[in-house]
């Protein structure tokens, strides 16, 4: 999975409420596991943010569930801390191209 990165996609959902450096680090982040081969990446990979306005950073915890595996990563803001309201992003592959998406956009 994960393997072509042509065929990217984000909902307008994504579009509107997640940041675009956002966007791009959690493709990052996937195209890291991918390229790193230690874990097999399933179809859906799960994001979840826990802003620290304090370090001026986000905790990202980026999972999945079959197989199991849990990185924590964390996203330092340059400039102004955003207004960020997301608790959880989903990218899937469906084998034809990828699409990022909140989960009440499914």
Known sequence: MFDNKENRY????VNEQVQKEIQLYCWDLIDQKRSGAETELDYLQIFEFNPD???Q???VIHRQE???FI???TYTIKGKMPDFQIK???VIDDR?????LL???Y
């Open 57 to 59: 950073a986000i905790e």
């Open 96 to 100: 034809s191209h990828q699409t990022m």
């Open 71 to 73: 990185d924590y990563h």
């Open 10 to 13: 984000i909902t307008k959902g």
């Open 53 to 55: 306005n304090q370090r």
């Open 103 to 105: 989960p009440e956009d």
């Open 88 to 90: 959880k992003l989903w």
């Open 66 to 68: 079959e197989p199991f």
